[in-house]
């Protein structure tokens, strides 16, 4: 008995291992700063933070996605068919950067039990539209997150802009001073005569 063994070839074999890696890092990894103190540090989170909002989402494959039954609305779709979806991920998470965790700690999506973020949606009566839902929420949470910590410098047009109004504040300052200088002048009684 002849036994044939089919074998691919190494290209297929690269290429369907490229799509799969390609799947996994759709998100691009931070880098491993914990604080933005210094000018490189800034500059390397805005670059992760431009191609981290180009993602637009985040991937099912880096979270855990748990169906259950919505509420609300819906007639027998409600009790019938688990379309609420609650999207979890841990804190800790490679993709998530250091330095937006401390954070994300402190919004209302983090589970102290289970040191992780929970977002659910029960927005739609599918279930696809609310698993994109809540990836976009939680894409969301760990973008702003980590905006909150990024600053960048004022360009020379703005800065010209701060000087004319702090100028303008000032003499607006001045001229009130001088007016109510002037009314309290006006009430002493030095130069009148009696």
Not at 9 to 14: E, I, K, P, Q, R
Not at 129 to 139: F, P, T, Y
Not at 154 to 167: D, F, I, M, Y
Request: hydrophobic share 35%; proline share 5%; net charge positive.
């Amino acid at each position: 008995m002849i036994h044939r063994i089919a074998r691919e070839s190494l290209y297929a074999l690269t290429a369907a291992w490229t799509r799969r890696c390609r799947l996994i890092h759709t998100l691009p990894i931070p880098p491993l700063t914990a604080s933005l103190s210094c000018a490189e540090d800034q500059e390397n989170a805005k670059v992760w933070l431009r191609s981290f909002e180009d993602a637009k989402t985040v991937p099912k494959n880096l979270v855990e996605l748990t169906f259950s039954r919505s509420s609300g609305p819906g007639g027998q779709n409600v009790n019938k068919v688990e379309t609420k979806v609650s999207a979890r991920c841990r804190v800790d998470a490679p993709w998530i950067p250091i330095w937006a965790r401390e954070s994300l700690v402190r919004t209302p999506y983090y589970v102290k039990t289970s040191h992780s973020l929970l977002v659910s949606s029960s927005a739609s009566r599918s279930q696809a539209r609310n698993i994109d839902d809540s990836l976009g929420k939680m894409h969301t949470v760990v973008m702003d997150a980590a905006k909150n910590f990024i600053t960048s410098e004022p360009s020379a047009e703005q800065r010209r802009r701060v000087a004319n109004l702090e100028k303008a504040h000032d003499n607006r300052r001045r001229l009130e001073k001088d007016k109510r200088s002037a009314v309290k002048k006006m009430r002493s009684k030095k130069g009148w005569s009696e």
